[in-house]
């Protein structure tokens, strides 16, 4: 138990690249501690970092992973330019009391012969996945090993991905993995701006026209609380307000059960989430609101 | 740590119906403790017993389990009248010294929503994948899920289903699961005909008919003892076999790595599996042989 650090105490955080010692800590540190897990795509931003102070608080030991999963890239997307910075996520991680950064390589992740996916039918080529062919059998696919590596107590992710943790939470349902999964709220900069390790790639002009996502949900939310019902009615505004925007170009605008990701033609009697994709000077960029309807 | 009992003394089987209770006495006996695990689909027999007995030799505590996969089965196969006898299945499990018989049901296994399936892709659509599509997505997906209830240290699979336990293996390595699999020789009955479940199916005549299955495969490993290195001219000579049983129907006869499940048109340089499936009376039977060939 040497490697973990009471509560709250400062120790040197570990850097770790194998995924044999990887799990060789996290088997050390099982018995009987909690391991809160933060599965990252590195170029952490407020919104991980929220994350990585609930799991501070909550568990007796915090792993990060940063591994830019090679599998949830299309062909044509941005992989090979995807921001990395492992000074300052190893920095961050380091400040915010983290005591296992965990940063595998895509050579030992998906060593030769690899051919095991993982799929949430129904529920990955909507929305995202419609214009993202494989993204989420790529996503739940590295999260499974992750969770199989690290085996953590909880892991924690962000609402803005809200698919995607809806995928990861009907998946670990289905397999009977032995992990709770923590959704935690959308992270806002200035104007609303959800943040999003992509915004590195929005200069000063589109990061103001990138305001239009939250925007036309704060519409949609407006709305709503006059009494519309129509999700038609809705997605119609909010697109009024993207097409405002010369640089904006919307992917989709969707209204969906927030557990299954069915669309909803209208709202009312619990739950919907407001999803949205839009094109800003190229760059692909999501933001999403649930709304409770009685 | 009181439901475990002490290597080799007898104590009171426990049979566990639910999901909950199974993983329960999982993470209780997981401290420090091995279990070995034999998943079956009941009806057991003696190559299931090896099994058991290995488990038994190897680990701390047994997990036996009997669950009927409705996911591997395809719609005109034999789901329905599959044997079923908790009674001689129980009996068995106890004298062999099982400590847990686990019998969930699939509406438990698969509830409503359920939609994450495993896929091992390329090896899962030859042989036997051929003739059963989607069969060796459902034995991925509910082996995953087992192993995710039970938390075994070894699981046991029979050397007869190799393209099964190939599948396994693969799936194992790619999801990093802490578990070790092991595969235990073919048990034989008279003959040399493969013990089966399905063999239950058989009347005397077929049974009798059945034999040319271990007939064929020792005319292949006599064959490549000759010296014959050419996979078709070894095929040829087993379906030459097959076909003297009039009641016999060959699905396929192939030859192939036996990690890999790759095709091999000529043998030598290391193992090879030949494996083959055959329609007796109707009844799918399966049987295969590896060969080391220098």
């Keep these: 138990m040497k490697h973990l650090p009471s509560r709250g105490k400062k120790q040197t955080m570990k850097v770790i690249r194998s995924i044999k010692a990887m799990s060789g800590f996290s088997s050390e540190a099982a018995a009987g501690r909690k391991i809160g897990f933060v599965p990252t795509m590195g170029a952490l931003h407020a919104g991980h970092v929220s994350l990585i102070r609930k799991a501070r608080r909550d568990n007796d030991a915090v792993v990060v992973s940063v591994f830019i999963n090679p599998l949830q890239f299309g062909p044509s997307e941005d992989f090979r330019r995807y921001p990395r910075d492992h000074a300052s996520d190893a920095g961050i991680c380091r400040a915010e009391g983290v005591d296992v950064l965990f ?49 953590p107590r909880t892991a924690y992710f962000g609402a803005k991905d809200a698919q995607q943790a809806a995928v990861i939470k009907r998946m670990t349902a289905d397999l009977n993995l032995p992990v709770r999964i923590e959704v935690l709220p959308i992270v806002r900069g200035p104007g609303g ?22 925007r036309s949900l704060r519409e949609a939310a407006r709305l709503v609380e006059a009494g519309e019902r129509r999700s038609s009615r809705i ?6 307000i993207i097409s405002g925007c010369p640089q904006a170009e919307t992917d989709y ?19 919907c989430l407001v999803a949205l994709a839009v094109r800003v000077g190229g760059i692909r960029l999501i933001d999403n609101v649930t709304l409770d309807v009685k």
Tied chains: 1, 2.
Excluded: W
């Design 103 to 151: 940063c595998p390589s895509a050579q030992e992740m998906y060593g030769p012969g690899f051919r095991t996916f993982v799929e949430v039918k129904g529920m990955s080529d909507v929305l995202c996945g419609r214009s993202r062919p494989g993204h989420f059998r790529g996503v739940a696919t590295v999260v499974l090993k992750l969770f199989n590596i690290v085996s």
């Design 193 to 214: 701006i959800a943040l999003s390790s992509r915004n590195a790639y929005l200069g000063d002009n589109q990061k103001e026209q990138a305001l239009c996502l939250f």
């Design 235 to 240: 997605k119609e505004s909010m697109r009024r």
């Design 253 to 271: 605008i969707e209204i969906v059960d927030p557990r299954t990701m069915k669309t909803l033609k209208s709202i009312g009697g619990g739950k």
